[in-house]
């Protein structure tokens, strides 16, 4: 089928390109990655689809801006440098965000296509040209007039690499301060390997090293230096602060400290980047071989902790949440994952004990069904408990996966940083300028758990106007 000269009617006509995956059956098994990526045909295919707007709201719709009107328009002609070196321009983590951004929410859901036709894969076109991109070493980018300015980033995920990208691509010398011993910050330790393979971060995160910018792991901000210290002794002219939120919230129920209890946090972190599941790991998990699993919460991070049980032999995986499907935070395609490789999605209860024998291990959870009361804040419907119909349900392993907050270490370190009561840092939200003098925040520790894309998009505008700035006073 030709590609070009087709008229609107006829792009129209062609269906929405399915991501291919592995086997269900067989991938709940394994932490290979699930989907396999668009060959070349389909990608030309999927591409043609796109109906090249001259206003395109699917620009406008992702955070970082990519310029999707152009980049897919090139795939459907079979440019595929010229389609990969306008993405590699514009997103530092392509092959990222084209496996993980929430596009439905975002350029998909704008895109002209939606309503009658379903969108461009646009998702799926971003990881195959970055993929494409990388496999054939990556695109070059011109090189920088250097300015002479220092600017430190707390936190090598996806807000502090954006800015650290866009900062060095401007010509200013970057370090990166990173607590943990591997950069990326939940692309490293949140997300599971078989949804965003190590290679792919390690590939992505090696392209911004080989911008210039310079990275200390191991290195906590608060505890070994403080803000002010990177500002004053070592002499950085801006500090970007994206150290995400990485702290667990618990349920506070009776039998919380029971063996066999954890936060998502603490399992996927032992899991994706200790490797916890391989025979003589140093840092072990506990034992989901042949367990029922429960894990509580409905977001990414609930179905990420269930689909790695799973791969870790739990019997039973399921997913046990207080409100409905449809109120679930998660990806729709991580539920449709997670059901087709067997996890069980139990909605409208919540836990209210956990139940352990006498060597303190958890053997049950006490649960209580929901009915819908009216609708909260968020807009949808208020879980509220029904009286009288609690019940037990035995378990071996209980994950609980309903959130996280700032770590408090900086705001406690740092003198004149203002932040709300939920411990985020308050700043500007256009320039992400905090209340200090010199200091910028961007990402989860501004707005609390969010998205890799929001995350990126406020490392963009940071870096935007660190740069000004700097500028300015030059
Ligand atoms: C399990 C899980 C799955 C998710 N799945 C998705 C998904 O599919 N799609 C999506 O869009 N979003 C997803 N999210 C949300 C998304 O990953 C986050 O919104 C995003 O990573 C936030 O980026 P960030 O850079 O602000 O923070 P983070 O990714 O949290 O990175 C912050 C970094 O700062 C470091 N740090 C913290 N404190 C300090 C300090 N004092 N000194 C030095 N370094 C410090 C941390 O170690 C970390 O590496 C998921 C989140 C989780 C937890």
Not at 130 to 142: F, H
Request: glycine residues 10%; charged residues 25%.
């Amino acid at each position: 089928m030709t590609t070009t000269g087709l008229s609107s009617k006829e792009r129209m006509a062609i269906p929405r390109q399915p991501m291919p995956e592995q086997d269900p059956v067989a991938r709940g098994r394994t932490f290979a990655e699930v989907n396999l990526g668009y060959e070349v045909e389909t990608a030309v295919l999927e591409a043609t689809r796109c109906l090249a707007c001259r206003r395109p709201p699917c620009v406008a719709g992702c955070p970082v801006g990519v310029r999707i009107d152009e980049f897919v328009p090139l795939i459907a002609t079979r440019d595929f440098a010229a389609a990969a070196r306008i993405v590699a321009e514009d997103n530092a983590l392509a092959a990222i965000c084209g496996r993980v951004c929430p596009q439905e929410a975002q350029c998909e859901g704008v895109c002209v296509l939606e309503r009658k036709h379903r969108s461009v894969a646009i998702g799926n076109l971003e990881r195959f040209i970055a993929d494409w991109d990388r496999e054939r070493g990556g695109s070059e980018l011109s090189p920088p007039t250097p300015t002479g300015h220092r600017v430190a980033v707390v936190g090598a995920g996806p807000a502090g690499l954006t800015c650290a990208a866009d900062l060095a691509r401007m010509g200013h010398e970057v370090t990166i301060f990173e607590a943990l011993h591997e950069p990326g910050g939940v692309l490293a330790y949140g997300i599971p390997p078989y949804r965003l393979p190590r290679d792919v971060v390690d590939a992505e995160v090696g392209r911004i090293r080989e911008l210039g910018v310079s990275l200390e792991t191991d290195a906590v901000i608060g505890m070994a230096g403080s803000i002010d210290d990177l500002l004053h002794a070592e002499g950085f002219d801006a500090v970007f602060v994206g150290s995400g939120a990485g702290a667990p919230r618990f349920l506070d129920i009776p039998g919380e400290d029971l063996v066999g209890v954890s936060t998502a946090n603490e399992f996927l972190t032992r899991v994706n980047l200790m490797k916890a599941y391989r025979p003589g790991a140093t840092t072990p998990v506990y034992d989901l071989q042949g367990a029922r699993v429960a894990v509580f919460g409905g977001g990414n991070t609930a179905m990420d902790a269930v689909r790695t049980a799973l791969r870790l032999g739990a019997s039973d995986a399921m997913i046990m949440y207080r409100r409905t499907i449809e109120d679930m935070p998660a990806r729709r395609e991580e539920i449709h994952h997670a059901e087709d490789e067997g996890v069980q999605l139990m909605t409208l209860l919540a836990p209210i004990e956990f139940i352990g024998d006498d060597e303190g291990r958890l053997t049950a959870v006490r649960l209580v069904v929901m009915a819908q009361g009216e609708p909260d804040s968020s807009g949808r419907r208020r879980p509220e408990p029904i009286p009288g119909s609690e019940f037990i349900e035995e378990i071996q392993a209980a994950i609980v996966a309903i959130g996280n907050d700032p770590n408090p270490i900086l705001r406690r370190t740092t003198a004149d940083l203002d932040h709300t009561s939920r411990g985020t840092i308050v700043v500007d939200p256009e320039s992400g300028a905090t209340t200090k003098p010199g200091v910028f925040a961007g990402g989860d520790i501004v707005t609390g758990g969010a998205t890799v894309i929001l995350a990126m998009g406020a490392g963009r505008r940071a870096a935007r106007e660190i740069d000004e700035c700097l500028r300015a006073d030059a």
